[in-house]
């Protein structure tokens, strides 16, 4: 997925390196909190649906959990400015076990048929606080990228960005194999005395593990420990073609929810439950796969480029694997979005860590996280009955669709879904081929060339002694 050949004595990342060891260790202790935390959020949907079989209840959890990811990401990014990411990365796992015993607590007391009404009072209030201990991880998502940017210079800091997206896919790969087997074996008890267990591990090593001087001082050290949206906003704008690629990445996001939202309809026209549980397993390891890659090849001279090349790539194959209705296509083509993603978010990733500075890098990531996801929830509310209500229809024997493009596209309800795909991925060509000939993309892209290599210079210069962590 580079765009440019690798070089042969290309930088790499070393065990040998005691900085790469130790970041080893991080990326281990968030594979364990994410790994749990997740699990924790996939089997609460699970519980409901079995409990209520209220379609409508479990929407509203993935709606509740958007929201809230949205709402807590500039808040969240201020803590990791203003604060050590060893202690952010602490706190983040002590404020998830102390929500965690709350709910086993919750749960242990409460009659079992309470579960099965979707108005219980105690079912929404246990889901809403398993979903601010699931929020809180969020912290170490936020924090770790700024991790990045400390430990490694440019150079390496792409390759460093691929483990992450590692970690990111070993998280997907076991918690969609574990979370439906706790709670097919034992409700959310089993699952949540697991996360309370998983998380004081965690938290243990985490203590025991010991981090460079540099990640010893807040990042704004000496700055009013406040949000400070309107200083973030500035900071981003006075990046050139930063407000272009934060919009850019929110409307590739509104795209991409749409055809995520419909994605598990359109496998299970084609496949049983089993059979498709199966197939996401084996595609969330190319994402592993995918992660490695870049941590070996890394990402090319310019990021920027990589993000919007690899986007175009992205969404001509999507436009393509919905024209059959075939088992063989969808995989195909899921398995190209599951290599293709890792890339594109390790990418923004990289472009950020060097072109904002240091000290405000928590708040910015914070701050486009929140945007790039405002619109995911409308999107998941909006695209699923306008596609059961108008498309469907359109596409089934009889309907307007069916008689323009039926012969050969084919008709019925799935044919409906993957007239939406089609249509969401030529909005996504559109979107990327206007944005890769924009003046922001090679403003962006120059910026990023001449952008200094070492964003913590500033900050460390101007930051009191060290403390031991």
Same mark, same amino acid.
């Not at 990023?448 to 290599?453: F, I, L, R, S, V």
């Given at each position: 997925m580079s765009t440019d050949p690798p070089v042969a004595d290309a930088p790499r990342l070393h065990l040998s390196d005691p900085t790469v060891r130790t970041f080893a260790q991080l990326l281990v202790n968030v594979l364990l909190a994410g790994v749990i935390n997740f699990t924790v959020w996939f089997a609460i949907t699970f519980f409901v649906f079995l409990q209520t079989?209220?379609?409508?209840?479990? /929407? !509203? +959890? $993935? %709606?509740?959990?958007?929201v809230a990811m949205v709402s807590t990401g500039v808040w969240f990014g201020s803590l990791v400015d203003h604060h050590r990411k060893k202690t952010v990365m602490q706190a983040s796992a002590l404020v998830s076990i102390t929500f965690y015993v709350t709910c086993l607590v919750i749960y242990l007391v409460t009659p079992a048929e309470e579960w099965t009404d979707p108005g219980s009072v105690r079912l929404w209030v246990l889901i809403v606080l398993l979903m601010? /201990? !699931? +929020? $809180? %991880?969020?912290?170490?998502?936020?924090?770790?990228?700024?991790?990045?940017?400390?430990?490694?210079?440019?150079?390496?800091?792409d390759r460093a960005n691929g483990l992450v997206g590692t970690v990111t896919g070993v998280s997907f790969l076991v918690t969609?194999?574990?979370?439906?087997?706790l709670v097919a074996f034992d409700g959310m008890r089993t699952c949540?005395?697991?996360?309370?267990?998983?998380?004081?591990?965690?938290?243990?090593?985490?203590?025991?593990?010991?981090?460079?001087?540099?990640?010893s001082h807040a990042a704004a050290e000496g700055e009013p420990r406040k949000v400070d949206l309107r200083g973030t906003m500035k900071v981003v704008g006075r990046i050139p073609g930063m407000w272009a690629l934060i919009a850019f990445t929110a409307l590739n996001n509104v795209l991409g929810g749409g055809f995520m939202a419909l994605m598990d309809a359109y496998g299970l026209s084609m496949m049983s439950v089993q059979a498709w549980g199966f197939v996401w397993g084996g595609l969330s390891a190319l994402m592993i796969v995918s992660g490695l890659l870049i941590a070996r090849t890394g990402l090319g001279s310019n990021p920027v480029r990589t993000i919007l090349l690899v986007n175009l790539g992205l969404?001509?194959?999507?436009?393509?694997?919905p024209m059959q209705a075939s088992v063989v296509w969808l995989v195909a083509g899921l398995a190209a979005y599951m290599i293709a993603m890792p890339y594109v978010e390790a990418s923004e990733q990289t472009v950020l860590q060097k072109v904002v500075p240091y000290e405000r890098q928590g708040r910015v990531f914070g701050f486009a996280q929140s945007l790039e996801q405002a619109a995911?929830?409308?999107?998941?509310?909006?695209?699923?009955?306008?596609?059961?209500?108008?498309?469907i229809p359109f596409m089934r024997e009889?309907?307007?669709?069916?008689?323009?493009?039926?012969?050969?596209?084919?008709?019925?309800?799935?044919?409906?879904?993957?007239?939406?795909?089609?249509?969401?991925?030529?909005?996504g060509l559109v979107l990327t081929g206007y944005a890769l000939s924009s003046k922001y993309y090679r403003l962006l892209s120059r910026?990023?060339?001449?952008?200094?290599?070492d964003p913590t210079s500033d900050a460390e210069s101007a930051a009191s002694p060290a403390t031991a962590v």
């Open positions: 079989r209220s379609v409508f209840a479990t /929407g !509203v +959890i $993935a %709606g509740l959990f958007l601010c /201990g !699931v +929020i $809180a %991880g969020n912290l170490r998502s936020i924090a770790l990228p700024t991790v990045v940017t400390t430990l490694f210079d440019e150079t390496l800091r969609s194999v574990i979370s439906g087997l949540l005395i697991l996360a309370i267990g998983v998380l004081a591990v965690a938290l243990v090593h985490l203590h025991f593990v010991k981090v460079p001087e540099v990640l969404w001509a194959v999507t436009v393509v694997f995911s929830p409308l999107t998941a509310f909006l695209i699923s009955p306008l596609t059961q209500f108008f498309f009889g309907g307007t669709g069916a008689r323009w493009i039926g012969d050969w596209f084919g008709t019925g309800d799935a044919r409906g879904i993957a007239l939406v795909f089609v249509l969401i991925a030529v909005l910026r990023y060339q001449e952008a200094p290599g």
